[in-house]
């Protein structure tokens, strides 16, 4: 059997081999085969990093060898050696993995230096302060990175001797102090550990290979690939490459820049650079670096050299660079190359702006803007420019950012702004009882509840900024104020919470507004060209439908008519319905909602002119639109305490028994969807009732109206039929109308996956309700799942990710899948959308696609990122 190659000197690899090289390695490789001025090296496998953890995180000595083989010839490339007395060879070390992961990893400079070869570097540049100032800086970074020494113990060393020394800057010490400091670094490290800092080159090089190795599963690393979704089995790749040098004199420097303006996507240079440093002074911000214009001026020879590169690097690599270059004595060379990282608003200028240049082609473009990303041009958002530190963390509910004064209550919060203050609603949960007070608010922060909690869903609707499960806060609803480690917050305390980070700070900070950019309108029109799924939006009101109309949303993938129950004028004719005695009084309170309903129907209809709108028939169990059960018994101890009339005591006392008796143990799993219509079938004629004659005055005023009638909850297909048949006979009373309309049903319980077949024969549509489906399949509470478990799965690879963020394909996926193949057996055009969560995940709408699903619906919001996921799934797939 082959042996696997574990390292490749970079004039063996090409920037196709990204997997085994890893991205840095792949492009040193490539920029080499180009030409250009890169120092000579060799990368050390992702394979040899997957095999080193493998072999119980030991190097091999087929490894060790394979290393010894790829440093003689630099070595004999150069004329120098590891370690040797004279004209030594020194290298850099640093990690690189198939996917950037900038500052994650470690990487070592300098490694080489000892007592020995310091000296012969000092002798062989004429340059002793270079010598030793490299030889500090490599004991530090050896220190820190292999021996685990904490950096501030020699930061604290250096800080010191700047002092004495009367001096503010680094390149400002002598070269005795110099090497006073390395000897004082050397001190620390045999106090630290116990042992002399090695003085072995090779020992030095091989402790590095594996430190880096082992920087993979840092807490950084770690944390930085489950945000960004990168598996752990990639590894990372080790670069080896010989050491150039900024810090010898006013004619060396060394800088990063990027190819176009990472933040703008400008068309030009962008950057910084250091006279007379090494690499890590830029990222470290121990002196302030100059602007990559300037450079022209100081050394323009070096900066036209580096302006044609960097055009040369940007064409061969069709994408902007973000480049690394060090110069030594006059002579540029370059360090590294890699795709850009930049914000959403530049990612969408330079997709239109090289397409525009001929430089890609639409569908590449496409390709190359991260569809999650656009969130973050829709909602106001924290100022870059801000530094903030946030007083605690919850989970990013729903993006954007809001300042406002801390309350308690909703109604507190619903005052409040009538009288023009800007408020963030604090609550241990959210309820439907809070609607108003979430409507008057900038932004909501609860201390329990996920990330598809009320709270989550209805901020996201409305687009405004939510942070949930932030289990810090200790909220204290009496005294109104919440305790966040030893600090104490009041009512009217001013806060800022950023949803899109789950991060809450103390005071105002600045804010941007979001802004539709005639590139992004642009971009999102090529998105429209290609894509195949439908994108429809979940919207409760005509705000709501125009808003994700304006966005794009091709009509209405799911109306909740519980959220009209909310408001507040509705919401106490509907706990009458719900607590009459008799039918009559329940009738009569239903008459009363009749034309809140026709009302919100007929607003909804018109904002969605011409588009189809779904609209969910009441779903959640009644117990939901009622007050809370212990919060009524103390308001009656209250009453009983301070003598209040019997009657009134009784009044209360009836309506705590009515509360007792609907009480459900699993509520989620209880009296509600079509089995409350099935026993209590007069609220679903009434919305029906609502629906048709909001179309018949929508069909006098020549409206065109698309209805979508949706029965949630259906798990056998007698319960649809029997719901079926009720809403037809509504509907027949207006048959004279001649309006085109469906009834169809959401699937969202695995019994309705296994039996869509049957259920099918009675739908004209299904919808899934993926926020559910995942509930009954995995048997999570997703607000309790979110607040107190998943993190720890996700952490401990129990699953591999959120499931109701992501679609979990190998479970709830393959439920949709079979539903799709059962519901299209029995009627081939069944059309058959989303409506979960889910319809605004990039990574589900993939999935979506590919089961051949005709639509996903999301909050309006997310109506951008939805369009553009679906071109890029199309497009991905095709290929």
Known sequence: ??????????????????????????????????????????????????????????????????????????????????????????????????????????????????????????????????????????????????????????????????????????????????????????????????EDFPQDPKEQLLKAVEAVFASWNNQRAKLYRQINKIPDHYGTAVNVQAMVYGNMGETSGTGVLFTRNPSTGENKLYGEFLVNAQGEDVVAGIRTPKPILELEKIMPEVYKELNDISYKLEKHYRDVQDIEFTIEQGRLFMLQTRNAKRTAAAAVKIAVDMVNDNILTKDEAILRVDASQLDKLLHRQIDDGSHVEHIATGLPASPGAAT????????????????????????????????????????????????????????????????????????????????????????????????????????????????????LITFLGWADDVRQLNVRTNADTPEDANKAREYGAEGIGLCRTEHMFMAQDRLPIVQQMILSDSKEKQQAALDKLLPFQKEDFYGIFKAMAGLPVTIRLLDPPLHEFLPNAEELAKEINEMKSEAKPAYKIKEKEQILKRIKSLHESNPMLGHRGCRLAIVHPEIYDMQVHAIFSALEELKKEGIDAIPEIMIPLVGEAKELKIVKDNVLKVANQYSHLDLDYKVGTMIELPRACVTADEIAEHAEFFSFGTNDLTQTTFGYSRDDAEGKFLPAYIDKKILPENPFVSIDEKGVGVLVDLGVAKGRKVKKNLKIGICGEHGGDPQSINFCQKVGLDYVSCSPFRVPIARLAAAQSYISQKK
């Open 404 to 519: 406002g004064a801390l309350v308690f209550s909703a109604d507190n919060a619903e005052k409040l702004v009538e009288k023009g203050k800007k408020v963030i609603l604090i609550r241990p949960e959210t309820t439907p009882d809070d609607i108003h007070g979430i409507v008057a608010a900038e932004g909501i922060l609860t201390q329990r509840g996920g990330m598809t909690s009320h709270a989550a869903v209805v901020a996201r609707g409305m687009g405004k900024p939510c942070v949930c499960g932030c289990e810090a806060l200790n909220i204290d609803i009496m005294d109104k104020n919440v305790k966040i480690g030893e600090e104490t917050y009041n009512e009217g305390d001013i806060v800022t919470i950023d949803g899109a980070t789950g991060n809450v700070i103390s005071g105002t900070v600045k804010l941007i507004d979001p802004e539709l950019s005639d590139e």
């Open 1 to 194: 059997m082959a042996m696997t190659k574990l390292v490749y000197s970079f004039n063996d690899g090409n920037r196709d081999m990204r997997e085994v090289l890893g991205g840095k390695g792949a492009n040193l490789s490539d920029m080499t085969n180009l030409g250009l001025p890169v120092p000579p090296g060799f990368t050390v496998s992702t394979n040899a990093c997957n095999k080193y953890f493998e072999d119980g995180q030991k190097l091999t000595e087929e490894l060790i060898n394979s290393i010894k083989v790829e440093l003689e010839k630099v070595e004999k490339s150069l004329g120098k050696k590891l370690g040797g007395s004279k004209n030594p060879l020194l290298v850099s070390v640093r990690s690189g993995a198939p996917v950037s992961m900038p500052g994650m990893m470690d990487t070592i400079l300098n490694l080489g230096l000892n007592d020995e070869t310091v000296e012969a570097v000092a002798l062989e540049t004429s340059n002793r302060r270079f010598a030793f100032d490299c030889y500090r800086r490599f004991i530090q970074m050896y220190g820190d990175v292999v021996l685990g020494v904490p950096h501030y113990r020699f930061e604290r060393k250096l800080e010191s001797l700047k002092q004495n020394e009367g001096v503010t800057e680094d390149t400002k010490l002598k070269a005795e102090s110099l090497k006073e400091l390395s000897e004082d670094y050397k001190a620390i490290i045999k106090k630290e550990t116990g």
